[in-house]
């Protein structure tokens, strides 16, 4: 077991798996949780994370608690939510392209997912898989439509402490079309 700071650990098991956890105090209880694996959560990430719960942690809420209620929420719940939103936005053809293009492309790799747990090489999944196909246009929006599910989502307040994990300038180190 390793140290960082703020009750934030990695764990190195025998099998070589290395997983980074909290531990942490509510109502002068210990407890811990499970962040996820490296390195499909990097140190930032994880730091983030350990942040969110730590704060939790000083208002007496059991982060595992919260947890538990914020982990039913998949992204094809909010894919949803924000197609609903475009069609009240963008022309009937465009919108019926755009639910088509995340209904083939985008649902099978996320849509299942918890939204807590999608992390950037989750979604670089969708990208890669078309720019495979030579359909880079789409796999440029298709980058921007998970964007734009996540922000939406965090603007409406649909999910509570919810990071988009997709940083700024994203577009620059796609594929070229």
């Known amino acids: 077991k390793y140290s960082d700071d703020n009750g934030l650990w990695l ?3 025998s099998t070589g798996t290395k997983v980074f956890f909290t531990r942490y105090t509510v109502n002068q209880k210990r407890g811990e949780i499970t962040l996820g694996k490296y390195p499909a959560l990097s140190l930032a990430q994880a730091r983030l994370q350990n942040n969110q719960i730590q704060e939790l942690a000083k208002q007496g809420i059991d982060p595992k608690t919260q947890r538990s209620k914020e982990a039913l929420i998949s992204f094809d719940s909010l894919a949803q939510k924000w ?3 475009q069609q009240t936005r963008i022309a009937d053809g465009t919108f019926k392209r755009d639910q088509s293009a995340y209904n083939r492309h985008i649902k099978p790799i996320l849509g299942h997912r918890d939204v807590y747990a999608i992390t950037l090489s989750h979604i670089m999944l969708v990208h890669d898989k078309l720019a495979q196909a030579n359909k880079t246009s789409l796999a440029h929006r298709a980058i921007s439509w998970v964007s734009a ?3 939406h989502a965090i603007i409406k307040g649909y999910v509570p402490n919810l990071a988009n994990p997709l940083p700024q300038g994203i577009h620059k180190e796609l594929v070229e079309h």
Do not use: G, Q
Request: net charge positive; glycine share 0%; proline share 0%.
């Open 83 to 85: 197609l609903a939103h």
């Open 149 to 151: 599910i996540f922000n």
């Open 11 to 13: 764990a190195v098991r």
